[in-house]
């Protein structure tokens, strides 16, 4: 459970990098939904919690992007 939890926020600091927003808006909430489950005992809801958990993670590495502007009509 650590492990994943680690590895989420370091997601969302390669994610999110220099966007101060979007890094506390998802760092509070990998915290919350942490936080909101730790007292969960069943191994089944546990299992459950880290598959979504996982599948969050591949999604921000593999599906969210960071646009720039560059100029005033280039991204």
């Known amino acids: ?40 005992t069943s191994e089944e809801k546990i299992n459950e919690l880290l598959k979504i958990a996982s599948d969050v993670e591949v999604i921000l590495r593999t599906s969210v992007i960071q646009a720039v502007h560059t100029d005033s009509n280039k991204i």
């Open 1 to 40: 459970v650590l492990k994943l939890f680690k590895l989420l926020h370091r997601t969302r600091q390669e994610v999110f990098k220099n966007d101060t927003r979007a890094l506390e808006a998802a760092r509070q909430k990998i915290n919350e939904e942490f936080k909101n489950n730790q007292d969960e």
